[in-house]
């Protein structure tokens, strides 16, 4: 079936360290794939996406590259803030499906100044 | 343009009764999905509605239902709550739900069963 994996948290860093978290994805097709982020209290924000292979999605300093060979997602940042620490979701939707996301696990980022 | 917005935000329930959610998407938005998340099972896919059809659904027992109105709102209901119904229920709208697009997410509900 589909499904995403994610690295296990919590990651803890601190602020100027660079972040790597890993996302990996079984799928049928060619999905599209999404980091979501929530922070305490809220609802989930789209951070970035990819749609096709060898695409990379970035935003507000965070990337990611759609890698088919290795089926993964794996969100970077060279350099993360305090502002950052919240749950990060790794997420794909396939197709005919494009209402229906699968998440991950969701890792929680906590960054100390 | 408002964001999806979900109400109420706080509910309070004993097993046994019922609950009603609503959500309202961005405006234009014709696609509505449901997801639950707790803690032991993460974010989970309840359904999605399309022009006010179901389109897809996830493996939620028949006491999870919802509905779509012709103004693109959603409700969705929980019948007979059992305390693992606990959860914080998030809905996401876009415009068509196709592959690529982005489904944007509201605040939630929390709810509580007691």
């Known amino acids: 079936g589909n499904s995403v994996t994610q690295m296990e948290g919590p990651v803890t860093l601190s602020e100027e360290a660079f972040l790597t978290i890993n996302c990996t994805y079984t799928a049928t097709g060619y999905p599209s794939l999404f980091w979501y982020v929530q922070y305490p209290g809220e609802g989930l924000q789209l951070l970035l996406k990819?749609?096709?292979?060898?695409d990379k999605g970035s935003n507000k300093g965070f990337e990611a590259t759609y890698r088919k060979e290795t089926t993964s997602f794996h969100l970077e940042k060279g350099s993360v803030q305090v502002s950052d620490s919240a749950v990060y979701f790794c997420a794909l939707s396939i197709y005919n499906q494009g209402g229906k996301l699968i998440f991950g696990q969701g890792t929680e980022l906590s960054v100390k100044p | 343009k408002a964001g999806v917005t979900q109400t109420p935000r706080y509910l309070i329930k004993t097993r046994g009764q019922q609950v009603t959610l609503s959500c309202s998407p961005i405006s234009g938005h014709r696609s509505v999905s449901w997801y639950q998340q707790t803690p032991g099972q993460g974010l989970q896919f309840l359904f999605e509605?399309?022009?006010?059809?179901?389109?897809n659904k996830g493996n939620f027992p028949g006491r999870f239902s919802g509905r779509q109105f012709s103004n693109s709102r959603s409700e969705m209901n929980v019948s007979t709550l059992e305390l693992g119904d606990s959860a914080l229920y998030l809905c996401?709208?876009?415009?068509?739900?196709?592959?690529?697009?982005?489904?944007?997410f509201g605040p939630g509900t929390r709810l509580l069963v007691l």
């Open positions: 509605y399309f022009s006010e059809t179901q389109r």
């Open positions: 996401a709208s876009s415009l068509r739900a196709v592959l690529q697009e982005t489904q944007y």
């Open positions: 990819a749609t096709k292979a060898d």
